[in-house]
């Protein structure tokens, strides 16, 4: 019994994620909250963006934010893309986002969370577009190309 009060007591917090309403294609900005509306703070360690071709089942890391030692965690509420909270270092420099790839952004909590899905396209003219996924939509897509 003692043991599954000390294991209720330490249930991790729950995060979630999403894109923020000024991500553009070549800079998006991840929202992290501690409400299911994204209000909130969430309590960060790593943030990775990695992706893949659509019609490929070959997985890239783009870039990539680590706590640094000195801290347990960051306290976030957003992040643009290839921006470097203070305490935090890059283990990997952002590259370039192209068009056509589905993408996926990991981020280590303390606590629970889901990554962000989002693509990026561009229509016949050349412009840029970025949408975030829902989990079905992702799940059929990556489904959809293995």
């Known amino acids: 019994m003692a043991a599954l009060i000390l294991l209720s007591a330490s249930c991790d917090r729950l995060f979630w994620t999403g ?10 900005v991840f ?14 360690y790593r943030v990775e963006v990695s992706g893949r071709p659509r019609h490929e089942n070959r997985w890239h890391s783009f870039w990539r934010i680590e ?15 290839g921006f470097v ?11 370039s ?11 280590g909590f303390h606590g629970l969370g889901r990554p962000t899905r989002f693509e990026i396209a561009a229509d016949s003219t050349g412009a840029r577009s970025i949408r975030e996924l829902t989990e079905e939509e992702f799940a059929l897509l990556i489904s959809d190309t293995l």
């Not at 929202?31 to 960060?44: E, K, M, R, Y």
């Not at 706590?67 to 893309?81: E, I, L, T």
């Not at 986002?97 to 981020?107: H, K, Q, V």
Request: proline share 13%.
């Open 19 to 28: 894109l923020g309403a000024d991500s553009t294609p070549d800079r998006p």
């Open 31 to 44: 929202v992290f909250g501690g409400q299911p509306d994204l209000s909130g703070n969430a309590w960060v």
């Open 67 to 81: 706590k640094d030692s000195a801290v347990r965690y960051v306290v976030m509420h957003d992040v643009p893309y």
């Open 85 to 95: 909270p203070e305490h935090m270092t890059e283990a990997a420099a952002p590259e």
């Open 97 to 107: 986002l192209p068009p056509g790839y589905l993408y996926l952004m990991s981020a």
